[in-house]
């Protein structure tokens, strides 16, 4: 069974900083890239970051360059975003991504508030 357990969303003040984790079970996690995406209320997710199986690519929305990284460690199975710099427009639910063979895994969001 596939799962993908996100945490570390929480209450941050601006200028903050939080990271957030994203456990993956049940698929060779290695061979997936691996996305960070957030969604607002009525809006469409927004992709923020995505890191490659082997981690050799990775890539971010231009409105996070520069404040947040993801990272993965293979041998435990586990993908971050550290977010640094928040601003209160990145207030949203943070969801982890995984695509393998052209499937595609959700796992459930963790809230992220940015506010004094």
């Known amino acids: 069974q596939v799962q993908l357990v996100e945490s570390g969303g929480g209450l941050v003040q601006p200028g903050g900083s939080l990271r957030l984790s994203c456990a993956a079970s049940?698929?060779?996690?290695?061979?997936?890239?691996m996305f960070w995406y957030r969604q607002d209320p009525g809006k469409e997710r927004e992709l923020v970051a995505f890191?490659?199986?082997?981690?050799?690519?990775?890539d971010y929305a231009d409105s996070v360059k520069g404040r947040f990284t993801i990272s993965r460690d293979n041998a435990k199975n586990m993908v971050w975003l550290q977010m640094n710099s928040l601003k209160a427009e990145d207030t949203s639910v943070y969801y982890c991504?995984?695509?393998?063979?052209?499937?595609?895994?959700w796992g459930q969001g963790t809230q992220v508030t940015v506010s004094s």
């Open positions: 991504k995984a695509i393998r063979f052209a499937k595609t895994y």
């Open positions: 049940g698929f060779t996690f290695s061979g997936a890239t």
């Open positions: 890191i490659t199986g082997s981690g050799g690519t990775i």
